[in-house]
């Protein structure tokens, strides 16, 4: 473990330096006393930080600050002899575990301080990591849980005669597995707050794609916007409907039929997904009153849930482009 101590009284970090040697004999012990030392010592991220408060170059809230760019989990205790109550309350804000008043007599104090630190960082970290393991087993069984349900779906369609059931269940059974290729790209991504978007729509393409045998190219404009899972799901659902809607009503030109996907930012607040092809034909209608189909129900169901706006209109003629747009809900452009 690399210790660092800054503070501009030399004989106070050699006091400081000799407490941390006993109670961490195999650590590193770096002294900064001005800025160029403080840089050196920060090369390289420290595991424990013994800060002064008033430094004659700079505060301990900076040092600390600085300290948490390099090493975000260090555990940081005050040591000072220059500070209040308020002070003491306004460090443990700031991020320090401990305050420690400086003095001789306080070294016995500032050793519990830094070792009861450094225990608390460390248990911080094994629950992190045990739970990071439990989060990623989760998604793990959810995502062959929902390929055991696609599965069911899939032999129970095949088994019923009437076809307008056994649609309905096909149509349940793709919605369930593009629930399941999200899963997926979370579960592989390693992040299970947010979705690589333009990974997992470049996938659902080539597998709807691939279950049509009419040669339909598609284009494909995904901006590599990183999505929380709270709006990555809609928009994946609508995706998939979206472009389900086109591959199964739309005629397209023999050997000429488009698909176009992009999903983009239109300015701070706004992303928009575009869905167009360029095929003819009647499309299922918007609902309207409780009517159209079940698809389009869920499609503006999903985009009121996501408090975004679409519009349907034709770029060219034939065909037909879905534009939906929703908030970014703060998300850094």
Known sequence: MRILIADDDPDFRGLAARA???????AEILEAGDPATLDQALRAPPGLLVSDLELNWTTGFEILERVRTVAPGCPAVMFTGTGSEEVAV???????????????????RLAAATRAAVTRAETRRGLEENRDLLTQELYHRLHNNLQLVVGLISFTARAIEDADARTKLQDLGRRVQSLSLLQERLYRGGDFRRVDFADFLGQLVDDLLGLDSRGVKASVEVEAT???????????????ELMTNSLQHARFPEDEGRLGVRFHRIDAERFR???SDNG??????????????????????????????METGG?????TTWRITVPTRGIAP
């Open 90 to 108: 306004r460090a443990i804000k700031a991020g320090f575990d401990d305050y420690v008043v400086k003095s001789a007599r306080q070294l016995q």
């Open 315 to 319: 770029a060219s003629a034939p065909g």
């Open 280 to 309: 003819s034909g009647e499309r299922p209608a918007e609902p309207k009153g409780g009517s159209g189909g079940l698809g389009m129900r869920l499609v503006h169901r999903l985009v009121q849930q996501v408090g975004g706006e």
């Open 20 to 26: 941390m040697r006993r109670e961490f004999p195999e």
């Open 226 to 240: 990183p999505l929380p899972v709270d709006l990555a799901v809609p928009l994946a659902l609508v995706a998939n």
């Open 273 to 275: 997904l575009e869905i």
